[in-house]
């Protein structure tokens, strides 16, 4: 079963090297995954003043600068795992090094049919 | 069959069902994978019992019986809806002889069933509240408007939250399993905080409790019992005996009119003394362990006042050194407070007051109404009558409990008198 892991944390808070130190634990731990099978996809984000919001709403789209809603801890990155329950999924949200710093919330994944992409780990 | 057979066999179902029922639902919900399926099927179960057992007699094994049919139930729905429902998986559930479904049963495998039901419902991605509720009414198997009357809410609010609590352990994953050693301290903790609130929810609602909340109580030490005997470890123990010796002095705890009495002032010949004694052995034991937990901390202060005649013969030296271990394992400033009055009963009421103080300067507690009221009291000891009011009154402010405040008026009263 598939979790994402979404990984919230004050934007300012990182230090330069903080932050470095930080990619290279996460790439280690997404590596370490992979070999397990358990890895799908991870990255971090640029941050909240690099995004754009859309939405259409009567068929006319606008955009505005930012995130939908202003909250303390921002979205910064995420992972896509494979876990066999939440006490697994669990156990490497807290390996994560932003678990440290921030907040990493896991949320399992509604998996839909007819999507395209590698079917990995298929275990419903 | 006569008609006095077939009221024999109900009543022996009947029976079985109030001993048994918790048991076989937590084996079905491990065979079956699914809580509602699961409930559904032990219900099917009973019900097959009834007119069977009617028909050829009670089985040697009526639980064994009872799991294997709630299986085969459970099978037959599974086929139904796999037959409507193509996407679904073929089978969960592989049927298997009875005779390895007995084994199962009368193994080790129905005890850990229920700890496994234990952990899951306790499970700390679930809501405390949700917690509570799943506790209680699948383990317990206390009824949601039982529930609901206990903690003063409506039964469509508890019935939501055991259908969320149940969609979330289905959705989210989560696991129908025992925690590993590793995980075990942290998981335990969760689980014991339910119970103990349980407990709390029957114990402290002091004024108009009803019967449901004093059962409610009762209900936490009979949880902690189960807890006890299936996994002894040394925190479960501390917090069965901490229940005990809290409960034990319920009756002279509160006057016929609701008033709250305080310890120095209870008749402790209505303290319930087979239980202290029990509570006492249980507290010795948890206190033996060598890793002390703040349960067993806990029990061993309610045992040191339970042990003595009255509060002037209480050993507040030891009192206070039971606090010290507290505070190290559990740093909190209640702890703090509490450690500040028996400081108080054990050097005078200027030594507490001056530990007070020092919480309050740290800014912590201003608006805990029994940190004033603590401090009135002190104040009162040493006939400091301006400054005792003035704290009493600010208890009184944040005071929301009906039998403390009267306490608190009455206090006030006294001063003037």
Redesign the interface.
């Known amino acids: 079963m598939r979790f994402m892991l979404l990984i919230y944390s004050e934007e300012g808070c990182w230090a330069e090297d903080e932050r470095e130190k930080c990619f290279q634990e996460s790439t280690q731990i997404a590596n370490a995954l992979h070999k397990e099978g358990k890895f799908l996809a991870a990255s971090p984000l640029l941050p909240v003043s690099m995004a754009t919001s859309v939405r259409v709403r009567d068929g006319k789209r606008s955009l505005t600068d930012g995130p939908f809603a202003e909250t303390r801890e921002q979205l910064g990155g995420f992972f896509m795992i494979e876990a066999k329950d939440i006490d697994e999924a669990v156990e490497i949200a807290a390996r994560l090094p932003a678990a440290r710093k921030g907040t990493v919330e896991v949320r399992p994944v509604h998996e839909l049919e007819g999507l395209p992409g590698r079917q990995v780990g298929n275990s419903k | 069959m006569e008609h006095s057979d077939i009221q024999l066999v109900r009543r022996k179902v009947e029976e079985i069902y109030r001993v048994e029922s918790r048991r076989v639902l937590a084996t079905l919900i491990r065979l079956v994978g699914e809580f509602d399926l699961a409930e559904e099927a032990m219900h099917d179960a009973f019900a097959s019992a009834v007119e069977q057992w009617g028909r050829d007699g009670i089985p040697n094994n009526p639980r064994a019986w009872l799991v294997s049919a709630g299986r085969f139930k459970a099978i037959d729905v599974i086929r139904r809806r796999s037959r409507f429902d193509a996407?679904l998986?073929k089978l969960a559930v592989k049927p298997e002889a009875a005779a390895e479904i007995e084994e199962d049963v009368d193994g080790g495998g129905v005890e850990d069933d229920r700890l496994r039901l234990i952990f899951t419902c306790c499970?700390p991605?679930l809501s405390s509240s949700t917690q509570i509720a799943l506790t209680l009414r699948e383990v317990c198997g206390l009824t949601t408007e039982a529930i609901a009357t206990a903690f003063l809410t409506t039964p469509s609010t508890i019935a939501q939250r055991i259908v969320r609590g149940k969609a979330k352990i289905r959705?989210?994953?989560?696991?129908y399993q025992v925690?590993s050693m590793e995980?075990l301290p942290a998981r335990l903790d969760s689980v014991l905080a339910v119970i103990y609130l349980v407990f709390n929810e029957g114990y402290s609602a002091s004024s108009g409790e009803s019967l449901t909340r004093a059962d409610l109580s009762g209900e936490a030490i009979r949880l902690g019992r189960l807890l006890m005997q299936l996994l002894p470890d040394p925190e479960v123990i501390g917090l069965v005996a901490l229940m005990l010796l809290h409960d034990s002095r319920r009756k002279a705890r509160t006057a016929e009119n609701g008033d709250l009495i305080l310890l120095e002032d209870q008749d402790r010949s209505l303290w319930n003394w087979p239980q202290i004694e029990e509570g006492h052995r249980l507290a010795e034991q948890a206190f033996a362990a060598p890793m002390l937990g703040v349960h067993a901390i806990q029990a061993a202060i309610a045992a040191v006042h339970t042990s003595a005649a009255d509060t002037t013969s209480t050993d507040w030296a030891k009192i206070v050194a039971l606090y010290d271990l507290l505070l190290r394992a559990e740093p909190s400033p209640i702890v703090e407070l509490n450690r500040a009055v028996a400081v108080a009963m054990r050097d005078g009421p200027q030594a507490g007051i001056e530990l007070i103080n020092v919480i309050l300067e740290r800014g912590q507690l201003a608006r805990y109404h029994l940190l004033h009221a603590a401090q009135a009291d002190l104040y009162r000891r040493l006939g400091q009558k301006v400054e005792a009011r003035s704290s009493y009154e600010s208890a009184l402010k944040l005071v929301s409990q009906e039998p403390e405040r009267r306490f608190i008026e009455k206090r006030l009263r006294e001063l003037d008198s």
């Open positions: 996407s998986p499970h991605a959705d989210a994953r989560i696991p925690p995980d």
